[in-house]
């Protein structure tokens, strides 16, 4: 298990995960946010994209993140990556490798494993960043370890919601889920401090630029949040990679989506880019982000 997640490993290392997982584990939604299914694993690759080899022959436009990247509660053939697809020429394959709840460690393991086997094909890398302090980690279960968890992590925790995977009255009665329940959150509360969240990110984004020189690709990184960081410090990001072959998200906060937004659009017209009572893009934001995003580096291709 240590080895098929090493950075060592290739992004097959997934294949044992998907022979026993016929269904993705991630919901489609209609508009109104109700589940009405899941997608199937198609390949080994642990990614709705289509990989063959006629796909793997072309150069490589990755796309790496959370749920917003993955295309969470939206049926494959609409993600950001597939509408990005369609604009570029039959040149290129784009892969999305996004996995809801994770954050920047995991896209730094997802992309060293596909440039492991496919380095000398990738072309472009879109890396959205999520929160800070979301990383993940090992966790024991009933079946085995598993790597499942979204887990933010400090030495003083206090007024973190509990995981809503138990009711209160399952935590006060079990130890064990009363400690975990104060160490593991799915409310994105901010319980690593800034100065460490921010040296991880710096962290990562280097680790990545320097593969982008060991194996030749553009980088451009967007949030996916809201409010990823004040001003001064994406100014001070900018301007510490500029000499590389790197393209911050011009946008304010660095989320693309924020890019269509004007002073004529009305709550109604932007609400209708995101699920209701879900709020990831729907199939229409996903189009929004990826035709603002090529319109962001076209001179790329």
Request: hydrophobic fraction near 30%; glycine fraction near 4%.
């Amino acid at each position: 298990m240590k080895v098929n997640w090493s950075s060592l490993s290739t992004p097959d290392c997934y294949a044992h995960d998907i022979i026993g997982e016929k269904l993705t584990p991630y919901a489609n939604k209609d508009e109104n946010g109700n589940i009405v299914g899941y997608d199937e694993w198609e390949n080994i690759y642990r990614t709705r994209s289509t990989v063959n080899d006629e796909t793997l022959q072309r150069k490589h436009i990755m796309f790496l993140g959370d749920s917003f990247v993955y295309g969470h509660g939206i049926t494959r053939g609409n993600t950001v990556s597939d509408y990005f697809d369609k604009i570029v020429s039959d040149e290129y394959s784009c892969f999305n490798l996004g996995v809801p709840g994770t954050g920047i460690d995991t896209v730094l393991l997802r992309l060293q494993q596909w440039c492991n086997m496919f380095d000398e094909q990738v072309h472009t890398v879109y890396i959205g960043i999520s929160e800070l302090c979301r990383l993940r980690h090992w966790e024991n279960s009933r079946e085995g370890w598993e790597w499942d968890e979204e887990v933010y992590t400090s030495d003083t925790i206090s007024d973190v919601d509990y995981s809503p995977n138990f009711n209160n009255d399952m935590i006060d009665s079990n130890p064990y889920l009363h400690h975990r329940a104060q160490t593991i959150t799915r409310g994105y509360n901010n319980v690593i401090s800034k100065v460490n969240s921010v040296a991880k990110l710096d962290a990562i984004v280097m680790a990545v630029i320097n593969l982008s020189k060991a194996y030749n690709f553009n980088v451009y990184f967007f949030s996916t949040n809201s409010k990823l960081l004040p001003d001064e410090d994406i100014t001070v990001l900018k301007e510490q990679t500029e000499n590389y072959n790197v393209k911050w998200c011009s946008g304010k906060h660095l989320n693309p989506a924020l890019l269509s937004w004007t002073e004529q659009t009305t709550p109604e017209e932007w609400d209708s880019n995101y699920i209701k009572n879900d709020w990831h893009w729907n199939a229409k934001g996903c189009n929004m982000v990826a035709t603002t995003l090529h319109d962001e580096t076209h001179y790329w291709y």
